[in-house]
């Protein structure tokens, strides 16, 4: 197979990417190991988009424009739900089975050719563009592309090529988690009372001390709640490595391990969880941070806590650093001056250059910097400009002129107004 | 132990644990929810409540009434103590 642009990976980014990409015209294809999009936010369960609406502001108001709106009119359509206030900031409940069939409908409006049960295992430059290997199902395909985007949450191509990436130390890397679903769960969800519940079956040693990092959330279906376990990554022994195969399994393991001695915990004592049962896991516990790339620009922790602007910025910040380094719940880092940083475009371009960018969690930043704009809103955001530089680049335009073209194309944008 | 349970020792607690992140100056009748604690923050606090002033919090003590401000959750320590 031939295509203008190859998008690798089929998460919030790498659909942005995609679909923004194949609205320029040109032959898109997105290759993803699932057979579905939507990356954590489906694959995880992950239940609500963060990072779409501005920081500091009374009202919901969108913090970069374009796909991100997209989408958030396609969810509102679908849920009957508003964004909802927490804390200090905007999010919009999302579900995951909403998001799939919203994904869908996108990549087939706008053409997008899917690749899906496939891996990237190899890539090599060809002449000016790309030359990509995927796998599915034990047979091999080769794709030519002359721009490509990695969108991959795991900085791949970076691996893949031998470009520079980084992984951050053990100890400091976000805390993954495990997201299940649970259905029959009757009345008004009390998550106080249920999280003093699992403290007291903690202390009464009727559930594993792990059972601390859990929460739930109504989904807004009826019945349906979503369970949140947060983990140490430490699973299956010191030093938690979200690239390790046998510390994924123990997450995925100790996740279901857990989450189900709960559930059943719950149902002998709280009110209302008398019918509740374990009604989806995850096609894949939840990683919030791994391998980052590094490439002309990597965007700090000390700029966003500056709002720091750059005259190539091609989307705002539109998160907290939420950081979670422990299984313990989120802390958060707000701008000093409640100004927002802008992200830069160069943070989207490796140094290998050849029309390769780089969107979603896996952009190039600081470990402070990924604990914000890995948020889907943001990355809704990052994976547009990527498109559009990608599609820019096959139809040899300079990408460098992308950050003037996404604002020609959808306008200024709303988060870096001030 | 820390016997000491006022709305003071109580902000102190929540700081120094790092349960809410609150000004040192955070009234006593001062909002916690609304200051950012969630019921992961629920979860930390009723371990750390244990430790500091030896008093189990269970379900039933797990409200806003109960826990919201500074000063009405050192009044459900006190009365449990
Ligand atoms: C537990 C948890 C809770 C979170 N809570 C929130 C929240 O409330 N709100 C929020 O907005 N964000 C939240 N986040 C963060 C957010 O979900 C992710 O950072 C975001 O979804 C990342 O999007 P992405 O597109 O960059 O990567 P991903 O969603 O990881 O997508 C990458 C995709 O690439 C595919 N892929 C990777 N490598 C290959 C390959 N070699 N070949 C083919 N396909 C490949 C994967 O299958 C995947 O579908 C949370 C994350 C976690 C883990």
Redo the contacts with the bound molecule.
């Keep these: 197979m031939t295509v203008d642009v190859l998008v690798?990976?089929?998460?919030?980014?790498?659909?942005a990417a995609a679909v923004t990409a194949a609205r320029q015209g040109g032959a898109v294809a997105l290759?993803?190991?699932?057979g579905v999009?939507?990356?954590?936010?489906t694959?995880?369960l992950?239940?609500?988009?963060?990072?779409l609406y501005r920081l500091g502001r009374d009202q919901p108001e969108l913090a970069n424009p374009g796909m991100p709106g997209e989408i958030e009119q396609r969810m509102r359509r679908r849920s009957g739900i508003d964004p909802v206030r927490m804390g200090k900031v905007w999010?919009l409940p999302q579900h995951p089975v909403d998001f799939v069939r919203i994904a869908d409908e996108l990549v087939e409006e706008s053409g997008v050719e899917t690749r899906y049960h496939?891996?990237?295992?190899g890539i090599e430059r060809r002449g000016a563009g790309w030359l990509a290997e995927l796998v599915c199902r034990g047979r091999r395909e080769a794709v030519a592309a002359a721009a490509l985007v990695d969108?991959?949450?795991?900085a791949?191509v970076a691996d893949l090529l031998g470009a520079e990436s980084k992984l951050s130390e053990p100890a400091r890397l976000q805390r993954?988690?495990y997201?299940f679903g649970v259905n029959g769960v009757a009345g008004e969800l009390p998550p106080l009372v249920i999280g003093a519940a699992i403290v007291a079956g903690v202390r009464e040693g009727d559930l594993p001390e792990a059972a601390r990092g859990l929460h739930f959330r109504t989904s807004g279906r009826p019945g349906e709640v979503f369970g949140?376990l947060d983990l140490s990554g430490e699973e299956a022994g010191a030093g938690y490595d979200p690239t390790d195969p046998r510390c994924l399994a123990a997450l995925e393991g100790r996740g279901r391990e857990v989450a189900e001695r709960v559930t059943a915990f719950l149902r002998e004592r709280q009110e209302g969880w008398a019918a509740a049962y374990i009604s989806h896991w995850p096609m894949r516990a939840?990683?919030?941070e791994s391998r980052r790339w590094l490439g002309r620009a990597v965007l700090s922790g000390a700029e966003l806590m500056a709002g720091a602007r750059h005259d190539d910025d091609i989307a705002a910040v539109s998160w907290p650093m939420e950081f979670r380094e422990t299984p313990r719940g989120p802390k958060l880092r707000f701008p000093e001056s409640g100004r927002v940083a802008g992200i830069p475009f160069a943070a989207l371009t490796p140094r290998a250059g050849g029309g390769l960018f780089v969107?979603?969690?896996?952009l190039s930043c600081d470990h402070d910097a990924q604990a914000s704009i890995?948020?889907?809103?943001t990355?809704f955001a990052t994976?547009q400009a990527a498109g559009l530089a990608a599609a820019r680049a096959a139809a040899g335009e300079d990408p460098a002129a992308t950050p003037a073209a996404l604002a020609a194309a959808f306008g200024p944008v709303p988060g870096l107004a001030d | 132990m820390d016997p000491a349970c006022d709305a003071d020792g109580i902000v102190a607690m929540l700081r120094d644990e790092g349960i809410v992140e609150l000004p040192a100056d955070f009234p006593a009748d001062g909002d916690l929810f609304a200051a950012g604690m969630d019921s992961m923050a629920v979860m930390q606090l009723i371990v750390v409540v244990e430790e500091h002033h030896g008093v189990a919090l269970g379900p039933a003590e797990a409200t806003r009434e109960s826990l919201g401000t500074p000063a009405r959750l050192a009044a459900t320590i006190r009365a449990r103590q």
Aim: hydrophobic share 40%; aromatic share 2%.
């Design positions: 690798v990976g089929g998460g919030s980014a790498g659909l290759v993803e190991r699932h999009l939507g990356g954590m936010g694959a995880s992950v239940h609500s988009f963060c990072g999010v496939s891996e990237l295992i969108a991959s949450g795991d791949v993954p988690a997201v949140t939840g990683v919030r969107a979603g969690r896996c890995r948020v889907m809103g990355c994976g």
